[in-house]
């Protein structure tokens, strides 16, 4: 079972930016996928990103252009860079990692991010 732990949210102000961060108890290096969703309060849970080992990186509509998800094999890490944020990306922000095509997936706890003036 590989164990997520995710940081870096806070308050930031509109159109300021963070860099969340998943670190995995495990190597990722040839994981199949690995995500970002976000869940804010009253709504559903939302994928944000997804790096697939096989495909181009997936984003969000309402994110593609101000988001990056990255990763580095050698912290075994996968981050989230935000940019230009709005109000409407408040959330708590969750890492979920695929390590192969059809097993489980495992996911971290969550960390909260606030925009907010």
């Known amino acids: 079972q590989v164990q997520l732990v995710e940081s870096g949210g806070g308050l930031v102000q509109p159109g300021g930016s963070l860099r969340l961060s998943c670190v995995a108890s495990?190597?990722?290096?040839?994981?199949?996928?690995m995500s970002w969703y976000r869940q804010a309060p009253g709504k559903e849970r939302q994928l944000v990103a997804r790096?697939?080992?096989?495909?181009?990186?997936y984003y969000a509509d309402s994110v593609n252009g101000r988001f990056t998800i990255l990763k580095d094999n050698a912290k075994n890490t996968v981050y989230l860079q935000m940019n230009s944020l709005k109000p409407e990306d408040a959330a708590v922000y969750y890492c979920?990692?695929?390590?192969?095509?059809?097993?489980?997936?495992?996911g971290g706890q969550g960390t909260q991010v606030t925009v907010s003036s």
């Open positions: 495990e190597s990722i290096s040839s994981m199949y996928s």
């Open positions: 790096s697939t080992r096989d495909t181009s990186a």
């Open positions: 979920n990692v695929r390590p192969t095509r059809w097993g489980p997936a495992y």
